[in-house]
Protein backbone atom coordinates (compact mmCIF):
# COMPACT_ATOMS: atom_id res chain seq x y z
CA UNK A 1 0.00 0.00 0.00
CA UNK A 2 2.61 2.40 0.98
CA UNK A 3 4.46 1.72 -2.69
CA UNK A 4 1.68 1.84 -4.90
CA UNK A 5 0.44 5.41 -2.86
CA UNK A 6 4.39 6.68 -3.29
CA UNK A 7 4.31 5.39 -7.06
CA UNK A 8 0.90 7.83 -7.48
CA UNK A 9 1.92 10.63 -5.67
CA UNK A 10 5.80 10.57 -7.81
CA UNK A 11 7.17 10.56 -4.21
CA UNK A 12 10.21 8.10 -2.73
CA UNK A 13 8.80 6.84 -0.10
CA UNK A 14 5.57 6.73 1.81
CA UNK A 15 4.36 5.80 5.56
CA UNK A 16 1.03 4.42 6.52
CA UNK A 17 -0.93 5.70 9.83
CA UNK A 18 -3.52 4.62 11.51
CA UNK A 19 -5.65 7.82 10.43
CA UNK A 20 -5.02 11.17 8.60
CA UNK A 21 -5.12 13.21 11.99
CA UNK A 22 -2.10 10.47 12.70
CA UNK A 23 -0.11 11.23 9.82
CA UNK A 24 -0.85 14.43 9.95
CA UNK A 25 0.85 14.71 13.95
CA UNK A 26 3.62 12.71 12.43
CA UNK A 27 4.56 15.75 10.34
CA UNK A 28 4.22 18.03 13.12
CA UNK A 29 6.39 15.48 15.28
CA UNK A 30 9.20 15.76 13.38
CA UNK A 31 9.76 19.46 13.40
CA UNK A 32 11.56 20.32 16.74
CA UNK A 33 10.50 22.33 19.68
CA UNK A 34 10.54 26.12 19.29
CA UNK A 35 9.36 26.24 15.61
CA UNK A 36 6.72 27.86 13.66
CA UNK A 37 4.09 26.52 11.56
CA UNK A 38 1.86 28.53 8.67
CA UNK A 39 -1.30 26.86 8.77
CA UNK A 40 -4.45 28.28 6.60
CA UNK A 41 -7.07 30.47 8.23
CA UNK A 42 -9.69 27.71 6.77
CA UNK A 43 -7.48 24.64 7.58
CA UNK A 44 -9.88 21.25 8.24
CA UNK A 45 -11.06 22.40 11.74
CA UNK A 46 -9.27 19.22 13.95
CA UNK A 47 -5.61 20.42 12.78
CA UNK A 48 -5.97 23.83 14.07
CA UNK A 49 -7.44 22.03 17.34
CA UNK A 50 -4.23 19.92 17.08
CA UNK A 51 -1.93 22.35 17.29
CA UNK A 52 -3.84 24.60 19.89
CA UNK A 53 -4.50 21.55 22.32
CA UNK A 54 -1.63 19.57 21.62
CA UNK A 55 1.60 20.88 20.03
CA UNK A 56 1.94 24.27 21.66
CA UNK A 57 2.44 22.39 25.44
CA UNK A 58 5.42 20.76 23.26
CA UNK A 59 6.57 24.63 22.27
CA UNK A 60 5.44 24.78 18.34
CA UNK A 61 3.79 27.86 18.03
CA UNK A 62 1.78 29.06 14.48
CA UNK A 63 -0.48 31.64 12.53
CA UNK A 64 -3.38 31.09 10.40
CA UNK A 65 -3.25 32.97 6.65
CA UNK A 66 -4.99 33.32 3.74
CA UNK A 67 -3.50 30.73 1.99
CA UNK A 68 -4.98 32.74 -1.49
CA UNK A 69 -2.61 35.62 -0.22
CA UNK A 70 1.05 35.38 -1.53
CA UNK A 71 1.98 38.49 -0.03
CA UNK A 72 -0.26 37.67 3.55
CA UNK A 73 1.74 34.36 3.59
CA UNK A 74 5.50 36.24 2.85
CA UNK A 75 4.39 39.08 5.64
CA UNK A 76 3.26 35.80 7.95
CA UNK A 77 7.16 34.20 7.89
CA UNK A 78 8.87 34.51 11.29
CA UNK A 79 13.00 33.37 11.46
CA UNK A 80 12.11 29.79 13.33
CA UNK A 81 9.15 29.61 10.58
CA UNK A 82 9.76 25.92 9.41
CA UNK A 83 6.77 24.43 7.79
CA UNK A 84 4.08 25.75 5.59
CA UNK A 85 0.91 23.82 5.58
CA UNK A 86 -1.62 24.41 2.50
CA UNK A 87 -5.07 22.54 1.80
CA UNK A 88 -6.13 22.85 -1.47
CA UNK A 89 -8.83 23.26 -2.48
CA UNK A 90 -9.90 24.05 1.45
CA UNK A 91 -12.17 22.55 3.59
CA UNK A 92 -14.94 23.16 3.43
CA UNK A 93 -14.78 26.88 1.24
CA UNK A 94 -12.76 25.14 -1.58
CA UNK A 95 -10.79 27.86 -1.18
CA UNK A 96 -7.27 27.51 -3.77
CA UNK A 97 -3.60 27.76 -2.85
CA UNK A 98 -0.59 28.21 -5.40
CA UNK A 99 1.13 24.98 -4.52
CA UNK A 100 4.35 26.10 -6.47
CA UNK A 101 4.18 29.72 -5.71
CA UNK A 102 4.06 28.97 -1.61
CA UNK A 103 6.55 26.44 -1.96
CA UNK A 104 8.99 28.83 -3.05
CA UNK A 105 8.30 30.99 -0.58
CA UNK A 106 8.43 28.15 1.50
CA UNK A 107 12.25 27.44 0.53
CA UNK A 108 13.80 31.03 -0.20
CA UNK A 109 13.44 30.80 4.05
CA UNK A 110 14.54 27.51 4.65
CA UNK A 111 11.29 26.11 5.73
CA UNK A 112 8.73 23.03 4.49
CA UNK A 113 5.92 22.92 2.55
CA UNK A 114 3.05 20.15 3.25
CA UNK A 115 -0.02 19.87 1.20
CA UNK A 116 -2.59 17.85 2.42
CA UNK A 117 -3.74 16.06 -0.67
CA UNK A 118 -6.88 14.11 0.77
CA UNK A 119 -9.86 16.14 -1.43
CA UNK A 120 -8.14 14.96 -4.55
CA UNK A 121 -6.20 12.50 -4.80
CA UNK A 122 -3.24 11.99 -6.87
CA UNK A 123 -5.23 11.49 -9.51
CA UNK A 124 -6.24 15.55 -10.45
CA UNK A 125 -3.07 16.61 -8.63
CA UNK A 126 0.56 15.88 -7.96
CA UNK A 127 1.72 18.39 -4.76
CA UNK A 128 5.64 16.91 -5.09
CA UNK A 129 5.81 17.76 -8.35
CA UNK A 130 4.51 21.05 -7.34
CA UNK A 131 7.64 21.64 -5.60
CA UNK A 132 5.97 20.81 -1.92
CA UNK A 133 8.10 18.60 0.12
CA UNK A 134 5.56 16.88 1.95
CA UNK A 135 1.91 15.12 0.79
CA UNK A 136 -0.21 13.99 3.62
CA UNK A 137 -3.76 11.98 2.97
CA UNK A 138 -6.10 10.54 5.15
CA UNK A 139 -6.50 7.29 3.16
CA UNK A 140 -9.83 7.05 5.35
CA UNK A 141 -11.32 9.30 2.03
CA UNK A 142 -10.96 8.35 -1.50
CA UNK A 143 -8.35 5.51 -1.18
CA UNK A 144 -10.33 3.61 0.99
CA UNK A 145 -13.23 4.65 -1.34
CA UNK A 146 -16.36 2.47 0.44
CA UNK A 147 -16.02 4.57 4.20
CA UNK A 148 -15.62 1.92 5.51
CA UNK A 149 -11.60 1.90 6.88
CA UNK A 150 -9.14 4.68 8.62
CA UNK A 151 -6.09 5.42 7.45
CA UNK A 152 -3.35 8.07 6.42
CA UNK A 153 -0.08 8.33 4.86
CA UNK A 154 2.84 10.66 4.96
CA UNK A 155 4.70 10.51 1.54
CA UNK A 156 8.16 12.74 1.08
CA UNK A 157 10.92 12.51 -1.54
CA UNK A 158 14.36 13.98 0.59
CA UNK A 159 15.90 10.57 2.73
CA UNK A 160 16.30 12.54 6.01
CA UNK A 161 12.79 13.15 6.04
CA UNK A 162 11.82 10.10 5.46
CA UNK A 163 14.13 8.60 8.50
CA UNK A 164 12.10 11.16 10.49
CA UNK A 165 8.58 10.24 9.27
CA UNK A 166 9.57 6.23 9.48
CA UNK A 167 11.10 6.73 13.24
CA UNK A 168 7.55 8.57 14.08
CA UNK A 169 5.76 5.79 12.37
CA UNK A 170 7.66 2.89 14.44
CA UNK A 171 8.40 4.27 17.56
CA UNK A 172 4.81 6.25 17.91
CA UNK A 173 2.97 2.98 17.10
CA UNK A 174 -0.04 5.02 15.40
CA UNK A 175 0.69 2.22 12.68
CA UNK A 176 -2.55 1.19 10.88
CA UNK A 177 -3.78 -2.77 11.20
CA UNK A 178 -2.78 -5.05 7.76
CA UNK A 179 -6.43 -5.98 7.00
CA UNK A 180 -7.22 -1.89 6.41
CA UNK A 181 -3.76 -1.75 4.71
CA UNK A 182 -5.39 -4.55 2.23
CA UNK A 183 -8.80 -2.19 2.08
CA UNK A 184 -7.04 0.77 1.11
CA UNK A 185 -4.85 -1.41 -1.45
CA UNK A 186 -8.22 -2.47 -3.03
CA UNK A 187 -9.26 0.38 -3.05
CA UNK A 188 -6.47 1.75 -5.29
CA UNK A 189 -7.26 -0.48 -8.01
CA UNK A 190 -10.53 1.31 -8.49
CA UNK A 191 -9.15 4.57 -7.45
CA UNK A 192 -9.27 6.66 -10.91
CA UNK A 193 -12.63 4.95 -11.97
CA UNK A 194 -14.26 5.94 -9.08
CA UNK A 195 -12.98 9.68 -8.80
CA UNK A 196 -13.15 10.53 -12.30
CA UNK A 197 -17.21 9.75 -12.08
CA UNK A 198 -17.07 11.69 -8.90
CA UNK A 199 -16.22 14.23 -10.32
CA UNK A 200 -18.23 14.41 -13.06
CA UNK A 201 -21.23 13.92 -11.08
CA UNK A 202 -20.34 16.97 -9.17
CA UNK A 203 -18.74 18.83 -12.18
CA UNK A 204 -23.05 18.13 -13.14
CA UNK A 205 -24.49 19.00 -9.97
CA UNK A 206 -22.49 22.05 -9.11
CA UNK A 207 -23.62 23.74 -12.80
CA UNK A 208 -27.32 22.67 -11.45
CA UNK A 209 -27.05 24.20 -8.58
CA UNK A 210 -25.46 27.45 -9.32
CA UNK A 211 -28.88 28.42 -11.67
CA UNK A 212 -30.91 27.14 -8.40
CA UNK A 213 -33.24 30.27 -6.88
CA UNK A 214 -32.71 29.01 -3.45
CA UNK A 215 -28.95 28.77 -3.57
CA UNK A 216 -26.63 31.77 -2.60
CA UNK A 217 -23.28 30.58 -4.02
CA UNK A 218 -22.04 27.29 -5.25
CA UNK A 219 -18.44 26.76 -4.13
CA UNK A 220 -16.49 24.57 -7.06
CA UNK A 221 -13.13 24.76 -8.66
CA UNK A 222 -14.46 23.45 -12.06
CA UNK A 223 -16.85 26.77 -12.09
CA UNK A 224 -15.93 30.00 -14.34
CA UNK A 225 -17.51 31.75 -10.92
CA UNK A 226 -14.82 30.74 -9.05
CA UNK A 227 -12.57 33.11 -8.28
CA UNK A 228 -9.51 30.95 -8.52
CA UNK A 229 -10.96 28.89 -11.77
CA UNK A 230 -7.37 29.61 -13.47
CA UNK A 231 -5.56 28.01 -11.46
CA UNK A 232 -7.28 24.82 -10.90
CA UNK A 233 -6.93 24.53 -14.51
CA UNK A 234 -3.01 24.86 -13.96
CA UNK A 235 -2.50 23.35 -10.43
CA UNK A 236 -5.17 20.22 -11.54
CA UNK A 237 -4.08 18.38 -14.04
CA UNK A 238 -6.98 16.02 -14.66
CA UNK A 239 -10.26 17.40 -13.08
CA UNK A 240 -11.89 19.44 -10.44
CA UNK A 241 -12.48 16.80 -7.62
CA UNK A 242 -16.10 15.65 -6.10
CA UNK A 243 -16.36 17.50 -3.03
CA UNK A 244 -18.20 21.31 -3.51
CA UNK A 245 -19.86 23.60 -0.98
CA UNK A 246 -23.10 25.77 -1.25
CA UNK A 247 -24.48 28.38 0.60
CA UNK A 248 -28.35 28.27 1.36
CA UNK A 249 -30.67 31.22 1.12
CA UNK A 250 -32.36 31.02 4.52
CA UNK A 251 -31.20 30.78 7.89
CA UNK A 252 -29.16 28.02 10.05
CA UNK A 253 -32.53 25.74 10.49
CA UNK A 254 -33.87 26.17 6.67
CA UNK A 255 -29.76 25.11 6.26
CA UNK A 256 -30.09 21.89 8.04
CA UNK A 257 -34.14 21.38 7.06
CA UNK A 258 -32.75 21.27 3.67
CA UNK A 259 -29.78 18.61 4.41
CA UNK A 260 -32.96 16.69 5.89
CA UNK A 261 -34.67 16.53 2.83
CA UNK A 262 -32.25 14.63 0.70
CA UNK A 263 -32.42 10.95 0.41
CA UNK A 264 -29.44 10.06 -1.73
CA UNK A 265 -27.09 12.56 0.09
CA UNK A 266 -26.64 10.85 3.82
CA UNK A 267 -26.34 13.70 6.51
CA UNK A 268 -23.24 12.16 7.93
CA UNK A 269 -19.46 13.13 8.33
CA UNK A 270 -16.28 12.25 6.18
CA UNK A 271 -16.34 11.87 2.26
CA UNK A 272 -14.55 10.50 -0.50
CA UNK A 273 -16.88 7.25 -0.43
CA UNK A 274 -19.23 6.08 -3.23
CA UNK A 275 -22.19 7.02 -1.76
CA UNK A 276 -22.81 10.89 -1.79
CA UNK A 277 -22.70 12.64 1.66
CA UNK A 278 -24.50 16.28 2.63
CA UNK A 279 -23.03 17.77 5.98
CA UNK A 280 -23.71 21.11 8.00
CA UNK A 281 -20.19 21.82 8.79
CA UNK A 282 -20.92 24.81 11.41
CA UNK A 283 -22.74 22.24 13.62
CA UNK A 284 -19.56 19.67 13.33
CA UNK A 285 -17.24 22.00 13.42
CA UNK A 286 -18.57 24.79 17.03
CA UNK A 287 -19.44 28.08 17.79
CA UNK A 288 -16.35 29.58 17.04
CA UNK A 289 -15.84 28.10 13.29
CA UNK A 290 -15.47 30.48 10.47
CA UNK A 291 -18.01 28.18 8.36
CA UNK A 292 -21.17 30.22 7.12
CA UNK A 293 -24.41 29.08 9.17
CA UNK A 294 -25.51 28.68 5.80
CA UNK A 295 -22.89 26.39 4.40
CA UNK A 296 -23.57 22.60 3.21
CA UNK A 297 -20.69 20.40 2.41
CA UNK A 298 -21.07 18.11 -0.56
CA UNK A 299 -19.16 14.66 -0.61
CA UNK A 300 -20.10 13.56 -4.28
CA UNK A 301 -20.74 9.43 -5.20
CA UNK A 302 -20.86 7.29 -7.94
CA UNK A 303 -24.57 6.98 -8.13
CA UNK A 304 -26.68 8.71 -11.39
CA UNK A 305 -26.30 12.19 -12.11
CA UNK A 306 -29.83 12.29 -12.73
CA UNK A 307 -30.72 11.04 -9.46
CA UNK A 308 -28.31 13.14 -7.37
CA UNK A 309 -30.00 16.41 -8.95
CA UNK A 310 -33.41 15.18 -8.60
CA UNK A 311 -32.77 14.80 -5.10
CA UNK A 312 -31.72 18.68 -4.41
CA UNK A 313 -34.50 19.98 -6.92
CA UNK A 314 -37.12 17.97 -4.60
CA UNK A 315 -35.08 19.02 -1.49
CA UNK A 316 -34.78 22.78 -2.58
CA UNK A 317 -38.87 22.80 -3.60
CA UNK A 318 -41.31 24.47 -1.58
CA UNK A 319 -43.54 21.51 -1.94
CA UNK A 320 -42.49 19.31 0.90
N1 LIG B 1 -7.42 16.04 6.11
C1 LIG B 1 -8.60 16.39 5.56
C2 LIG B 1 -8.62 17.36 4.43
C3 LIG B 1 -9.79 15.85 6.06
O1 LIG B 1 -10.96 16.22 5.50
C4 LIG B 1 -9.73 14.95 7.15
C5 LIG B 1 -10.94 14.37 7.72
O2 LIG B 1 -12.06 14.75 7.42
C6 LIG B 1 -8.48 14.61 7.68
C7 LIG B 1 -7.35 15.18 7.15
C8 LIG B 1 -8.37 13.67 8.86
O3 LIG B 1 -8.42 12.35 8.45
P1 LIG B 1 -8.91 11.13 9.36
O4 LIG B 1 -10.39 11.27 9.55
O5 LIG B 1 -8.54 9.92 8.55
O6 LIG B 1 -8.14 11.20 10.64
Not at 56 to 80: E, G, H
Not at 106 to 125: E, G, M, R
Request: glycine share 6%.
Amino acid sequence: MEESIAILENGKQAYAFSSGMAAIGAVFQSLKAGDHILLPDDIYFAVKKLMEEVFKRWNLSYNLVDMTNLAAIKKSIKPNTSLIWVESPSNPQLKLSDISAIAEIAHKNNALCAVDNTWLTPVFQNPLELGADIVVHSTTKYFGGHSDVIGGCVVVNDDLLAEKIKNIQILSGAVPAPFDCWLIARGIQTLHLRVKKQSKNAFKLAKYLENHPKIEKVNYPGLKSHPQYLLAKKQQKKGFGAMLSVLIKGNESETTAIAGKLNYFTLATSLGGVESLVEHRKSVEGKDSPTPYNLLRISVGIEHKDDLIADWENALSNDN
